[in-house]
């Protein structure tokens, strides 16, 4: 069997890590990576293959810095020319990105089986580009693996139990890797102290909103007055914070940082804040609160557990929030939200077993 695997972005180099490796335990199967290029800066792609030593991409396509629609035009055509070269039996995307959807329009053109990892996930904000992006893929998708009941439950109500596809529980590909990596995790070089929090911003929603970044930043600048918040900083939203001339005097930021550190900082932290959609998962696997700078969340599961408390981008309910000195609180073992890390090891016996 051959698998053509699209990454393009970080949080899919750490999720497509799990699956190449278990992937690399069947002698019968050949797996191709195409990397886009949508991150290529060494700390946002480089540095995860080479520490999570998944194999190097057999094609990088080198696209970046383009407009939504120029970016998923351009994708579209370098990936068809590269699966019709390859002729794949599967295609597999995975999240909810632009090189997601190219590779989705690919395989149904082509007429190549695709296999979307982390399936059935909305927000129900179709403003999102997010949001767009995973409906279109899960329309065209052959195997459909959600990670949650929720997002299972999501599909049901669109109707999919009439279309011809096959909806799979396989847990979160990201579990897999959270406890994989845990044990190489060692402290980064950093100014770190006992007690810190761990701040990530980078969803356009945010970083495109002057009113909402200038709110948020005034919010987590006021808390490192008497907590060091550490951040480790997105490419986009240095730039922003450059041009808007925001301040972030107190904040201890830091150049984006592999997996391996953040596994590290997500493992110590004191509490998480975050746009991000993985941490939010993280946090919970790590045991850890998050407060989430944003309005909905494709993991609905864990603000109705309290592991999370959705608080959008207001500076006055942050600190609020924040000052209710919120705790993670829930018995971890009880719960089996995401699966048990074994979503890649489900994702290639379905793939091996599918007519
Ligand atoms: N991450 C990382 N280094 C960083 C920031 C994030 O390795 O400096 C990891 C994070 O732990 C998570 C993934 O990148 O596994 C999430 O990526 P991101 O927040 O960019 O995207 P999202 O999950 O929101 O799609």
Known sequence: MKILTIVGARPQFIKAGS?????????NIKEIIVHTGQHYDTNMSDIFFDEMKISKPNYNLNINGLSHGAMTGQMIEKIEEVVLKENPDWIMVYGDTNSTLAGAIVSSKLHIKLAHIEAGLRSFNMKMPEEVNRILTDRVSNILFCPTDTAIQNLQNEGYKNLDCKIVKSGDVMQDGAIFYKEFATKPMYNIKDSYILCTIHRAENTDNKERLKSIFEAINTIAKEKQVILPLHPRTKNIINKLNIDTTNLTIIDPVGYLDMVWLIDHCELVMSDSGGLQKEAYFFEKQCI????????????????????????????????????????????????????????????LDYE
């Not at 699956?19 to 002698?27: F, T």
């Not at 309290?306 to 073992?333: C, H, M």
């Open 292 to 351: 989430t700078l944003r309005d909905e969340t494709e993991w609905v599961e864990l603000i109705e557990i309290g592991a999370n408390i959705l608080v959008g981008a207001n500076k006055d309910k942050i600190l609020e929030t924040y000052k209710r000195n919120p705790k993670f609180n829930i018995k971890n073992s009880t719960l089996n939200l995401y699966g048990d890390g074994k979503a890649s090891e489900n994702i290639i016996k379905e793939l």
């Open 19 to 27: 699956v190449s490796r278990e992937i690399a335990k069947h002698k």
